[in-house]
């Protein structure tokens, strides 16, 4: 049975900083593109991020230079680093395994709420 479960989120400030880290269980990562999402309220989920099996990253326009996402293939980990946080980043934030063909399986957390304000 795959897990997939984020953790870290809170309530920051605009300008701090926050790291989101996803572990998976019940499979190892090594092979798959791992990916983080959002969904702020009212709003449809969007895609912040992936990070592939070669650790190549790919952002999304609205986060780039602040986001980055890294990942432990040995303790099955992803992350998400979150820095000069603004409030649109408001949203709960959720990993993905991502399928390894297209239409293949996916996995996904449960999300863990992020909010910025003062």
């Known amino acids: 049975q795959v897990q997939v479960v984020e953790s870290g989120g809170g309530l920051v400030q605009p300008g701090g900083s926050l790291r989101l880290s996803c572990e998976v269980s019940?499979?190892?990562?090594?092979?798959?593109?791992m990916g983080w999402y959002r969904q702020a309220p009212g709003k449809q989920r969007e895609l912040v991020g992936i990070?592939?099996?070669?650790?190549?990253?790919n952002y999304a326009d609205s986060v780039k230079g602040r986001f980055t996402i890294s990942r432990d293939n040995a303790k099955n980990m992803v992350y998400l680093q979150m820095n000069s946080l603004k409030p649109e980043d408001t949203a709960v934030y959720y990993c993905?395994?991502?399928?390894?063909?297209?239409?293949?399986?996916?996995?996904w957390g449960k999300g863990t709420l992020v909010t910025v304000s003062t």
């Open positions: 990070i592939d099996s070669n650790s190549n990253t």
């Open positions: 019940g499979s190892i990562i090594i092979i798959y593109d």
């Open positions: 993905r395994r991502e399928p390894l063909v297209s239409g293949g399986r996916d996995y």
